[in-house]
Antibody, heavy 123, light 107 residues
Framework: EVQLVESGGGLVKPGGSLRLSCAAS????????MNWVRQAPGKGLEWVSS????????YYADSLKGRFTMSSDNAKNSLYLQMNSLRAEDTAVYYC????????????????WGQGTLVTVSS | DIQMTQSPSSLSASVGDRITITCRAS??????VNWYQQKPGKAPKLLIY???RLQSGVPSRFSGSGSGTDFTLTISSLQPEDFATYYC?????????FGQGTKLEIK
């Protein structure tokens, strides 16, 4: 059974840092493109970043301006999101999501999601 | 970046109704649109990918159509469990933007 379990959320002061983790089971992380998506309280979904399984290239939302870094550890089958210089507007539930690619190499759709971890940025 | 605009933002309907949600892209994105359903406090669930392909396990009352810039999600006969928020997402560019969501409420 595919499972994604996020952890590492919590309360952090503006300007602080936090590292989120996403532990994957039931599939091999390196075989799938993986993603982070966030949702501010009462708001819609916002794509944050993706790592391509085929190229290893990592994409980020332009709005993040280099503050976030996505990485993975294939030995631990885990995904990470390092968040620096946090702002109040980064307050959100952060989801990791697996993507499958149409025809194995085409555009992605996010087929499995974790339950999310809440990040609150406040003084 | 490609903007995705959904309409309406909210919708009231009754069990058994047929409803349609529209998503418009700011430029042509071929058929690279996905649709998700989200219930309060839960993670999103993939319903439709590549504009019209039904994800495994999703009831056939859900359907999607469109290409280019205009896309629709249709629920043919609303069931009580369908009242939720729906999001479109473009997967044409690597800024995988979502629409702002459509909240479907019981009339």
């Amino acid at each position: 059974e595919v499972q994604l379990v996020e952890s590492g959320g919590g309360l952090v002061k503006p300007g602080g840092s936090l590292r989120l983790s996403c532990a994957a089971s039931g599939f091999t992380l390196s075989s799938h493109s993986m993603n982070w998506v966030r949702q501010a309280p009462g708001k819609g979904l916002e794509w944050v970043s993706s790592i391509s399984s085929s190229t290893g290239y990592i994409y980020y939302a332009d709005s993040l301006k280099g503050r976030f870094t996505m990485s993975s550890d294939n030995a631990k089958n885990s995904l990470y999101l390092q968040m620096n210089s946090l702002r109040a507007e980064d307050t959100a539930v952060y989801y990791c999501a697996r993507a499958f690619l149409l025809y194995g190499s085409g555009p992605p759709a996010f087929d499995y999601w974790g339950q999310g971890t809440l990040v609150t940025v406040s003084s | 970046d490609i903007q995705m605009t959904q309409s309406p933002s909210s919708l009231s309907a009754s069990v058994g109704d047929r409803i349609t949600i529209t998503c418009r892209a700011s430029q042509s994105i071929r058929s690279y649109v996905n649709w998700y359903q989200q219930k309060p406090g839960k993670a999103p669930k993939l319903l439709i990918y590549a504009a019209s392909r039904l994800q495994s396990g999703v009831p056939s009352r859900f359907s999607g159509s469109g290409s280019g810039t205009d896309f629709t999600l249709t629920i043919s006969s609303l069931q009580p469990e369908d009242f939720a928020t729906y999001y479109c997402q473009q997967s044409y560019s690597t800024q995988y933007t979502f629409g702002q969501g459509t909240k479907l409420e019981i009339k």
